[in-house]
């Protein structure tokens, strides 16, 4: 069974940092893309940034500039380093991945359960 966890995620001030990770486990055979999502009270799950296995990214206009996605294929884990952090980054933070694993021949798609994200201003 697949899982995708996430951890990083807390109370931080205005223009402070945090570095969020997820990890998939389970039987992955295949990641092709993970990315991070958000979902702030009262609003739409919205894209963030996202990462394919060959490392092309792709951000959110409110993120770019501030927040970094990275990956480590090898441990099958996702990251987001976001810097300069403003109040209307508060939100849940999920992670999403595409992926094939021994339970199917083909790719599906992912979440994890998500990590809060409050920033105070």
């Known amino acids: 069974q697949v899982q995708l966890v996430e951890s990083g995620g807390g109370l931080v001030q205005a223009g402070e940092s945090l570095r969020l990770s997820c990890a998939a486990s389970?039987?992955?055979?295949?990641?092709?893309?993970m990315g991070w999502y958000r979902q702030a009270p009262g609003k739409q799950r919205e894209l963030v940034a996202i990462?394919?296995?060959?490392?092309?990214?792709n951000y959110a206009a409110s993120v770019k500039g501030r927040f970094t996605i990275s990956r480590d294929n090898a441990k099958n884990t996702a990251y987001l380093e976001m810097n300069n952090l403003k109040f209307e980054d508060t939100a849940v933070y999920y992670c999403?991945?595409?992926?094939?694993?021994?339970?199917?021949?083909?790719?599906?798609?992912?979440w994890g359960r998500g990590t809060q994200v409050t920033v105070s201003s």
């Open positions: 999403n991945a595409v992926l094939r694993s021994l339970a199917s021949s083909y790719f599906r798609n992912y």
């Open positions: 990462i394919t296995n060959d490392g092309s990214t």
């Open positions: 389970g039987s992955i055979l295949s990641i092709n893309v």
